[in-house]
């Protein structure tokens, strides 16, 4: 007999109750147990960043992350990004607008990435953009285009120096 663990978890702000293996990953209590499949399965290895989401705020790679170890925090998805009324994110316009994405497979995990770079900080420069999204692979090679609507997204959501001065 399989011994399972029942957990109430926080997901883009609502509630699911699950019963689960001890060692069923956040990204299989995701996709295969609660149809959230924007997170995607890359490597399942942790090197490739295509199922990162958020868990209290913080960027992690869902397919090294127990569901276990996430009940009673929030867990944030590809799918939480927009607005209740389907408005994008800065973010996800951003990639819109710039053609961030080719095939779009690594697109929510480098999205999720991204909304991750701005909020730390870490979008001030390409370089730093570079440097701080290199956890996510896109074996499409749209690495150009990604910077560049981090770059877009990190102007619109995060007021410039001058505009903080002038506050």
Known sequence: MTRTIHLNLDINGKGYDLDVEPRVTL??????HLVLTGTKKGCDQGQCGA??????GRRV???LTLAAQ?????????????????TLHAVQAAFLEQDAFQCGYCTPG?????????????????????EYMSGNLCRCGAYNSIV?????????????NK???DA
């Open 148 to 160: 560049a609507a981090v770059r877009q997204a990190a102007q619109a959501v995060v007021p410039s």
């Open 70 to 86: 996430v009940e009673g925090r929030q867990v944030e998805t590809i799918e939480g990004l927009s607005g209740a009324d389907g």
């Open 110 to 130: 480098q999205i999720m990435s991204a909304v991750a770079c701005i909020r730390e900080g870490h979008a001030g420069s390409d370089a730093e953009i570079r």
């Open 51 to 56: 199922c990162t989401c958020h868990v209290d």
């Open 61 to 63: 790679l869902s397919c």
């Open 163 to 165: 505009e903080m001065a």
């Open 27 to 32: 990204l299989d209590a995701l996709r295969d």
